[in-house]
């Protein structure tokens, strides 16, 4: 996993390869802190992503 803030933004950018094995579903979560992990209580809102398959 890799993540990076935008400079001079609030946009946070979240890279990240995700391999099951057979057809199984799999889910992602994301949780933000401002608190270096303590809590994680900071609203996530507006996700984008691409799927690959590569």
């Not at 057979?22 to 303590?38: E, I, R």
Request: aromatic letters at 10%; hydrophobic letters at 35%.
């Amino acid at each position: 996993m890799r993540v990076s803030q935008r400079g001079g933004t609030k946009l946070v950018d979240i890279y990240y390869d995700l391999t099951t094995a057979g057809t199984n579903a799999t889910q992602v979560a994301v949780a933000v802190s401002t608190y270096g992990g303590l809590s994680y209580t900071l609203p996530t809102t507006n996700f984008a992503g691409a799927v690959s398959s590569d």
